[in-house]
Nanobody
Framework: QVQLVESGGGLVQPGESLRLSCVASGRPIRFSAMGWYRQAPGKERELVAIIRGGGSIDYADSVKDRFTISRDNAKNMVYLQMNNLEPEDTAVYFC??????WGQGTQVTVSS
């Protein structure tokens, strides 16, 4: 079992930045794919970014060049640096481990 806890969400204005953090407990995550997903009201949950155990990374087209995913295996943590935020980025952001375990989510709201 893996427990995931996200933090770092909040209310920001367009163009500002946020850094989301996800701490994992229960077992080491260094060999696991770790992903950030988001779900906006009335929409399906979508992949934002994923970093695999081997280090390969993929991003959704909508966040490329603005978001950066990273991991610290020693701390069992995954991060999502979000720059130049847009109102369309408003959603609940979820951390995922091994395509199976989910955190409870953290709200990101981008509004002027």
């Amino acid at each position: 079992q893996v427990q995931l806890v996200e933090s770092g969400g909040g209310l920001v204005q367009p163009g500002e930045s946020l850094r989301l953090s996800c701490v994992a407990s229960g077992r080491p995550i260094r060999f696991s794919a770790m992903g950030w997903y988001r779900q906006a009201p009335g929409k399906e949950r979508e992949l934002v970014a994923i970093i695999r155990g081997g280090g390969s990374i993929d991003y959704a087209d909508s966040v490329k060049d603005r978001f950066t995913i990273s991991r610290d295996n020693a701390k069992n943590m995954v991060y999502l640096q979000m720059n130049n935020l847009e109102p369309e980025d408003t959603a609940v952001y979820f951390c995922n481990a091994a395509y199976y375990f989910w955190g409870q989510g953290t709200q990101v709201t981008v509004s002027s």
